[in-house]
């Protein structure tokens, strides 16, 4: 493993109890019965323990959504062609895609970063770390080269300290690939154990015969490939995505900086199972913005420990689960900071 990478992970420490109890007690002090607020609350002292502040701040938000192509989509796994992802790419520049408009709606910064497109892009607006023109079909050799997968890793980690250098308090991690369902299902099925068949669910639209040919490619590559399970990096890089290890890479930097970190789907869950399995630390610094429609989804977020802040039938990606959620940890953090203590507001505390 890189010297870099390694020092990263090994640099993570955990959120802070005491924060936690601190605004466990403060809370209760609060104008409402004690636990009444739900899940707003334990939203609020996971904030104040992963930020070690007593009166943390979310906003504003950054949003950064990796992109890259993949190899397997050779095998007729996608029910796209893979030029959609430079095609979305330059949507994303110029605005008009969902997680444009729900980063606008947020205030947060979005920014594009280009770790393995397999088309080119000249626009000053794309920020440009690739690794390669995607990666290797999985089915044949592996996705990536140990340095491939570094180098990727990282790309997300410095991507994500630029955004918080900016000033982001929370970040928002998303990602565009043709055919990213199939390595993030391969990844969820390793690390977790569950089947591949558990694992695959209907991606962007594929049929039914196309579902049952995706199961067998991934059975078929994952038998070929031989990942050590025990090894969450080595089954990185043998069937993930130059976006999904750009994805463990942010996650990384943002829990090193203790800035909290809302996880979209189902692709950028397989990038947090990654990151959670390198340093246990991991869990305590991630929100789950929605569980998407892909069976693997509730899976991995079920094996991380994170329970979905909204379930509003979603399968996009880009980001747009996590966006979406964001204003339920900026509810907790008001919740927190703004309502009257008892004793302030002159009300009897039973």
């Given at each position: 493993?890189?010297?870099?990478l390694?020092?990263?992970?090994?640099?993570?420490?955990?959120?802070?109890?005491?924060?936690?109890?601190?605004?466990?007690?403060?809370?209760?002090?609060?104008?409402?019965?004690?636990?009444?607020?739900?899940?707003?609350?334990?939203?609020?002292?996971?904030?104040?323990?992963?930020?070690?502040?007593?009166?943390?701040?979310?906003?504003?938000?950054?949003?950064?959504?990796?992109?890259?192509?993949?190899?397997?989509?050779?095998?007729?796994?996608?029910?796209?062609p893979?030029?959609?992802?430079?095609?979305?790419?330059?949507?994303?520049?110029?605005?008009?895609?969902?997680?444009?408009?729900?980063?606008?709606?947020?205030?947060?910064?979005?920014?594009?970063?280009?770790?393995?497109?397999?088309g080119?892009?000249?626009?000053?607006?794309?920020?440009?770390?690739?690794?390669?023109?995607?990666t290797?079909?999985?089915?044949?050799?592996?996705?990536?080269?140990?340095?491939?997968?570094?180098?990727?890793?990282?790309?997300?980690?410095?991507?994500?300290?630029?955004?918080?250098?900016?000033?982001?308090?929370?970040?928002?991690?998303?990602?565009?690939?043709?055919?990213?369902t199939?390595?993030?299902?391969?990844?969820?099925?390793?690390?977790?154990?569950?089947?591949?068949?558990q694992?695959?669910?209907?991606g962007?639209?594929?049929?039914?015969?196309?579902?049952?040919?995706?199961?067998?490619?991934?059975?078929?590559?994952?038998?070929?490939?031989?990942?050590?399970?025990?090894?969450?990096?080595?089954?990185?890089?043998?069937?993930?995505?130059?976006?999904?290890?750009?994805i463990?890479?942010?996650?990384?930097?943002?829990?090193?900086?203790?800035?909290?970190?809302?996880?979209?789907?189902?692709?950028?869950?397989?990038?947090?199972?990654v990151?959670?399995?390198?340093?246990?630390?991991?869990t305590?610094?991630?929100?789950?913005?929605?569980?998407?429609?892909?069976?693997?989804?509730?899976?991995?977020?079920?094996?991380?420990?994170?329970?979905?802040?909204?379930?509003?039938?979603?399968?996009?990606?880009?980001?747009?689960?996590?966006?979406?959620?964001?204003?339920?940890?900026?509810?907790?953090?008001?919740?927190?900071?703004?309502?009257?203590?008892?004793?302030?507001?002159?009300?009897?505390?039973?």
């Amino acid at each position: 493993m890189n010297k870099q990478l390694q020092e990263l992970i090994q640099s993570i420490e955990p959120v802070s109890e005491e924060k936690i109890s601190y605004t466990a007690r403060y809370l209760d002090t609060l104008t409402k019965p004690p636990g009444s607020l739900g899940r707003l609350e334990e939203i609020a002292k996971q904030l104040a323990g992963i930020t070690n502040q007593e009166a943390p701040q979310v906003f504003p938000a950054g949003v950064l959504v990796f992109a890259g192509d993949h190899g397997i989509v050779e095998e007729g796994v996608s029910a796209f062609p893979q030029e959609v992802t430079i095609q979305m790419i330059r949507n994303f520049l110029d605005g008009g895609a969902a997680i444009n408009v729900f980063a606008r709606q947020i205030s947060a910064e979005l920014q594009v970063v280009d770790v393995g497109a397999a088309g080119e892009i000249h626009d000053e607006r794309l920020v440009s770390r690739k690794i390669a023109a995607g990666t290797e079909n999985f089915l044949k050799r592996d996705a990536m080269t140990n340095e491939q997968m570094d180098a990727a890793v990282l790309a997300g980690a410095e991507s994500a300290e630029t955004m918080i250098a900016r000033g982001i308090k929370c970040l928002i991690v998303g990602e565009m690939g043709i055919g990213n369902t199939t390595p993030a299902s391969a990844l969820v099925s390793v690390l977790t154990g569950c089947s591949v068949v558990q694992a695959v669910g209907h991606g962007t639209g594929i049929t039914a015969e196309m579902k049952q040919h995706k199961r067998k490619v991934i059975e078929e590559a994952i038998s070929r490939r031989g990942p050590d399970q025990e090894n969450p990096l080595d089954v990185l890089k043998k069937l993930g995505g130059y976006e999904i290890a750009a994805i463990t890479g942010a996650i990384l930097a943002a829990a090193q900086a203790r800035i909290p970190v809302i996880v979209d789907g189902f692709i950028c869950t397989s990038g947090a199972l990654v990151a959670s399995r390198v340093n246990e630390h991991i869990t305590g610094y991630l929100f789950a913005g929605h569980v998407s429609q892909e069976p693997g989804h509730k899976i991995a977020l079920e094996d991380i420990g994170i329970a979905p802040l909204l379930d509003l039938g979603l399968k996009l990606g880009e980001g747009t689960g996590a966006a979406l959620s964001f204003p339920v940890l900026e509810a907790a953090v008001r919740m927190r900071n703004e309502m009257a203590t008892f004793d302030a507001a002159g009300v009897t505390n039973k």
